[in-house]
């Protein structure tokens, strides 16, 4: 399953990174529970939730039905 998480990551990296933003992979639970760490512009900016949740996790999600959640570490 981490495998198939860092392919989705790798999608939604472009965007970030245009923005001067990034994320990393932390770790992925057995029980569905992805860590990222954000990066650049992304730490710290007011929207980062936002684009944790509606971006990231919406897309890691669609790549891979078994994650049930994405969380920022």
Not at 8 to 22: C, H, M, S, T, Y
Request: hydrophobic content about 40%.
């Amino acid at each position: 399953m981490k495998e198939q998480v860092q392919k989705a990551i790798e999608k939604v990296r472009p965007g970030l990174q245009a923005d001067g933003g990034d994320v990393e992979l932390v770790d992925v639970s057995e029980d569905g529970v992805v860590k990222v760490k954000l990066t650049g512009a992304c730490h710290g900016c007011p929207m980062a939730q936002v684009t944790l949740k509606m971006g990231i996790e919406k897309i890691i999600k669609q790549q891979v039905p078994s994650v049930k959640e994405v969380v920022s570490v």
